[in-house]
């Protein structure tokens, strides 16, 4: 997230419309020269601080698009498509045609474990893979694509939740019927000691117990610890998306937190043979 | 200064666990890292229930990281979905082309 924030991408992605527009300034600052500024057609100060680069960008990977001598413009014979593609690729971009092949797996996966719904899954990837085409000028390469993709899929995904929160009754229950582990603020009974063997947390079988305990979690919980713990969300964020104070917050992160280790617990740390089994 | 003092004292196990659930993601006051710390002292539970947040968080932190790429979720995009978007995708960028 705080690339997808350095890199302007939730500015871009928040306003696909004037983006789109400046696209191609790659192409723009080659056509019109570096100190024309009669190539930046839209006024935006970023775009127009930006053409030095992007020319230099442009001419990393095509001719010339200008005789500046005389002042001439002359025919290049590359399209506009491939000057945009070349500049694209000189950034690290792939071919949008090719985001759902390379990146559809991990941006749905990556969506269904913050929201229940897949129908919703699918269409935050969509969103954000459309808010992406749009603001695609604004990648910088300083990111791999895929972090630059699942940074504006995150912000999707928080705006999905705050109009699904907005759809439903505005407060939010924190008193889900949870089986409680404590009696008048105490201990019903002592928890498990945990023993955690070498690389056993980041295994691939470990994780997806997690994930799947992640998915277990009821709508409030889960969306407060996604937001707030996973992505790392300030809280003010947290509470002003789900409505909730920020008392109430913390409360929903506790106790999807205590949920979690109750879930691991069961599954995986509870049997003592089973454990010794996996090392 | 005598609530502090009674917060400190009467610190039960339920807090003493949300605090160090909270203490990995926002800073905690001084009032509370000491009661907490002293409950912990005195209750063997709560050094238990601390030691599972603390693999907890690490196991968090793990899968943030592999979030991109998540093993957590056993799901892959539906070809329905896939052709839908592929095909979405390729419209919005041809009609991006024309008005340029």
Known sequence: MESARMHGTNEAAARPLA???????????????????????????????????????????????IDNRDGTRRKTGISARDADKASDAARGLSDPARWVELHGDAMYRFALLRISSAELAEDAVQEAMLAALAARSTFDGRSSERTWLIGILRYKLIDLLRKRRKDRERSVSVDSNQESLFDDGIWIRRPDDWHVAGSTLESEEFQRILGECVGALPSPMREAFCLRVLDDVPSDEVCKCLDVSSTNLWTLVHRAKLRLRVCLGRRWFGNDEERSKRG | MFGKLWYILTLRCEEADRLRSQQALEPLTRVERVAMSAHQLVCKSCRIAANQIRILDEAIAHLRDESSATPAVDAGLPADARDRLARTLRDAENSQKKNE
């Open chain 1, 19 to 65: 983006v789109v527009g400046v696209n191609n300034g790659c192409l723009i600052a080659a056509i019109f020269g570096r100190n024309s500024r009669a190539g930046v057609p839209f006024g935006d100060a970023k775009s127009a601080g930006r053409d030095y680069n992007q020319l230099a960008e442009c001419n990393a990977v095509s001719e010339p698009a």
